[in-house]
């Protein structure tokens, strides 16, 4: 089956600091990633659409300036919260769709990163 | 828009017993549909998908779900649910199926399943 990774999987930060969080499409190439946040007990909220080689795609309400998406490779998509406040900890989670799921565009969750700023 | 709705927040049964988690979507196509559980602290897993053929659909760790387009439903269920079943499960609709490559998925609100001993 299709593996996502995700790292780190918990990172603390201070207020103001930047993070990055990378996500990898191990054993299939992914053109297109997703990033996702999950408040507790909060179901998925759609932040972003990653595609590689060209800008991401921001859902309404999403900082672009704040949440940085680069997917410089065909299996790997990062995220950096930049100048992070304690509004922004949160658990991330990335996707990866699979093209060998043709026309269903499955897609497969890495284990997410749990960001705590202090 | 597309929307998916579970009707159900938590959800509690017994060990053996079995299980059906109710979920409703509204989409104006043909929906591919996804079941995903998640344990606490981790991301999802796919249990099943269905996006055309069969109704009933099987997929890992002894679920299966019906597509019922009369009802716009595509419930899971289990006939006998395991202790290690605990977690939260997620119905997601994808949109722009087949028309697009971007495939956004559309969430449920989630479902948390507790197993009694």
């Known amino acids: 089956g299709a593996v996502v990774s995700q790292h780190p999987s918990r990172v603390i930060c201070k207020s103001g600091t930047s993070v990055k969080i990378e996500c990898r499409s191990l054993d299939f190439q992914a053109t297109t990633m997703f990033w996702y946040r999950q408040f507790p007990k909060k179901s998925l909220m759609l932040m972003a659409t990653s595609n590689e080689g060209s800008k991401a795609t921001y859902e309404q309400g999403v900082e672009k300036d704040k949440f940085l998406i680069n997917h410089a490779s065909l299996t790997l998509s990062t995220l950096t919260v930049t100048s992070a406040h304690p509004e922004d900890s949160s658990f991330y989670i990335c996707s990866a769709r699979d093209p060998r799921s043709g026309r269903t565009d499955t897609q497969y969750f890495g284990p997410g990163t749990r960001l705590t700023v202090l | 828009a597309q929307s998916v709705t579970q009707p159900d927040i938590h959800i509690t049964v017994s060990e053996g017993a079995s299980l059906e988690l109710r979920c409703n979507y509204s989409y104006g196509a043909t929906p591919y549909l996804f079941w995903y559980v998640q344990s606490p602290g981790q991301g999802l897993q796919l249990l099943l998908k269905y996006f055309s053929g069969d109704t009933l659909v099987q997929g890992i760790k002894g679920f299966e779900a019906e597509f019922k387009r009369s009802q716009s439903s595509f419930n899971l269920r289990k006939p006998s649910v395991h202790w290690s079943d605990a977690a939260e499960y997620f119905c997601?609709?994808?949109?722009?199926?087949?028309?697009?490559?971007?495939?956004?998925?559309?969430f449920g609100q989630g479902t948390i399943l507790t197993v009694h001993p």
């Open positions: 997601a609709v994808v949109t722009g199926a087949g028309g697009t490559s971007y495939g956004k998925l559309t």
